[in-house]
């Protein structure tokens, strides 16, 4: 697990992971956005399943990735 505070929109870090994952050849699963700023990502590669956790706190973005 990795846990880090981003700057900048929690839409926006959604869209990068959107855009930047399956250019390294990560297929895309469920995305869900809650209202709020909460994004809950998940991508799939070579068996491998990995989920990224966006939310708004505050002036941060709290990013959480879990490799499954």
Do not use: C, H, N
Not at 10 to 26: D, L
Not at 54 to 65: E, M, P, R
Request: charged share 20%; aromatic share 10%.
């Amino acid at each position: 697990m990795i846990t880090f505070d981003a700057a900048g929109a929690a839409a926006s870090i959604a869209t990068f992971y959107k855009t930047e994952m399956p250019v390294r050849g990560w297929g895309q699963g469920d995305s869900v956005e809650v209202e709020g700023g909460v994004y809950e990502l998940t991508f799939t590669k070579d068996g491998r399943e990995v989920s990224i956790s966006i939310t708004s706190a505050g002036a941060k973005t709290l990013v959480v990735i879990t490799f499954l």
